[in-house]
């Protein structure tokens, strides 16, 4: 039993029927982020064995530039659990369309195939040429294979990027090598330590034995890549795909697209009466309690005020649809009996997290001083509703406390948004890069994606001041990143603020594609891996 979607004609799929879908099918629901990618998910097209393989190849070597969602790595992880003998032709053409940002997982999976996957990449090498081939190079070095096309291959390498042939020279380790590595060395300035250093090491272990036995890889656990249940993407999806989503059978869709309506702001009349319908007629009470939060984005409206002040009103109904229209009024809290709603639903241990997320959600300045006194609650999410509220409504002097939270996983991502919208400084352009620079040093370094959601926290901050956003309005040529990949690029107004990765614990290795842990903000390969 599947459900299709008007618009693209792809299936949303009900999580409870992925074992009786095609895998092609499967695949190309994901793609156009009408499933969740999840452990559901993948058990469905793993637990097939064998037989998954022809329609994950189909799939894979199709065309898929214009997909809402990228299942490139998700691929390469499902064919490295399967073990499949016949995923070197994806692999191959995964590489060809961005030979520049060869993931470490692509060559982990790549190697295995040692000999069998010699001539392709040579191939693929000859075909994309020195400046384009490092990857491929350092690819073929990997193999555990002894070849004279290799080494002349790697060794020629050398007069067009010394450091780049030098580490892959260190992996293929051939004595063969070392007469051109100790020439190349010769010609490199002493002023050139980087270089010098991997062409060295690169000598030093030409003479070391040869064993593919010789390194165990770590085992390959699939599973840790996947989260157990998730929803589909909905920031990917159309108004109108997210309506055939409300129609779903699987009851967390259904809420999932209800929601996203309430943080996409503006949407259509036909919409909100679907939400209105949704809040009659739907059997789950997540679901209309979703519906009910979505619609307080249309409380401009009377009969919609009204029909959420009904809901929140009639005791007879379950306490978590009554919570959804609590929600849903938070732009009412000057609203006298909705406020009291408020007050009524804080005082309620169950309703509590709730009442918290009114009021942030309300921007009511008389709930400020409630917020600091939950940053601890042993109940999650009102510690989480109380980090949001500190940060909208807290001030500068509880900025001490959002920091505390840094080093909690779960919250770390909350406090630094919060801890952004109230970290002491001038709230002006000229002073954001300086804001950056201290959130960065106090959450002792941030990553990609850590960083682009400070640079959101900080333009909503210029805008909650009057003020227009400073990245979002920046404009700069991404040709100009050398690294190319899909890190997000951080504006280069920030270039003396940017990320540093926290120190590396001992013994801890370096993927190619990891960031250097100098700081540099480089991958390794491009930085103190070149």
Not at 50 to 75: C, I, K, S, W
Not at 339 to 362: C, G, H, N, V
Request: hydrophobic share 40%.
């Amino acid at each position: 039993m599947r459900e299709v979607s008007v618009n693209s004609k792809i299936a949303f799929i009900d999580p409870a029927h992925f074992a009786e879908v095609p895998v092609f099918d499967l695949l190309q629901a994901a793609a156009a982020g009408h499933v969740g990618i999840d452990q559901r998910l993948i058990h469905a097209i793993v637990d097939r064995g064998p037989a998954a393989t022809p329609d994950l190849l189909r799939f894979g070597l199709a065309g898929h530039q214009d997909d809402p969602v990228n299942l490139e790595e998700d691929l390469i992880a499902i064919f490295r659990h399967l073990n499949s003998p016949e995923a070197l032709p994806f692999y191959i053409r995964t590489i060809r369309e961005n030979p520049d940002d060869v993931s470490d997982e692509l060559i982990d999976g790549i190697v295995p195939f040692g000999a069998e996957a010699l001539d392709p990449l040579l191939a693929l090498y000859e075909e994309l040429g020195e400046e384009q081939g490092s990857d491929v190079g350092f690819l073929l070095a990997a193999l555990g294979v002894r070849d004279e096309r290799i080494l002349k291959l790697l060794t020629e390498r050398l007069e067009y990027d010394a450091g780049d042939a030098a580490l892959a020279l260190s992996v293929y380790r051939d004595p063969a090598a070392k007469p051109a590595l100790e020439a190349m060395l010769a010609q490199i300035p002493e002023s050139e330590d980087a270089i010098r250093r991997e062409l060295t090491m690169a000598i030093e272990s030409s003479d070391e034995p040869h064993s593919d036995a010789e390194v165990e890889p770590e085992p390959f656990d699939l599973w840790e890549l996947f989260p157990e249940t998730t929803t589909p993407p909905v920031e990917v999806l159309s108004e109108g795909e997210l309506l055939e989503m409300l129609s779903s059978s699987a009851v967390e869709y259904r809420a999932e697209a209800a929601t996203s309506f309430r943080n996409r702001g503006e949407f259509s009349v036909p919409v909100r009466n679907r939400l209105l319908e949704i809040t009659r007629k739907d059997p789950d009470v997540t679901v209309r309690a979703s519906a009910w939060e979505a619609l307080g984005e249309k409380l401009d409206e009377p009969a919609i005020r009204d029909s959420l002040k009904t809901a929140l009103n009639d005791e007879s109904r379950d306490i978590k649809e009554r919570c959804g229209a609590l929600v849903g009024l938070a732009g009412a809290s000057d609203d006298k009996r909705v406020a009291q709603q408020i007050q009524a639903f804080y005082d309620r241990p169950e309703t509590r997290a709730k009442a918290l997320e009114t009021m942030w959600r309300s921007f009511d300045s008389k709930f400020a001083a409630v917020f600091p006194k939950h940053l601890d609650d042993p109940d999650p999410e009102c510690r989480r509703a109380a980090i949001w509220g500190t940060g909208y409504l807290g001030g500068e002097k509880n900025a001490p406390r959002l920091a505390t939270m840094f080093e909690d996983e779960e919250f770390r991502s909350d406090a630094l948004f919060a801890y952004s919208l109230v970290v002491p400084g001038k709230v002006t352009h000229e002073n954001v890069p300086a804001l950056f620079k201290k959130i960065n040093e106090a959450a002792n370094g941030l990553s990609y994606g850590e960083a682009e959601l400070v640079q959101a926290a900080l333009d909503q901050r210029l805008v909650m001041h009057g003020l227009d956003p400073y990245f979002a309005n920046s404009e700069f040529d991404e040709d100009e990143d050398d690294e190319g990949g899909d890190e997000p690029k951080l504006n280069p107004a920030l270039a003396h603020a940017s990320p540093t990765p926290a120190a590396l614990p001992a013994g801890a290795k370096v993927g190619r594609n990891d960031v250097c842990p100098c700081g540099s903000g480089k991958k390794y390969k491009k930085c103190h891996g070149a």
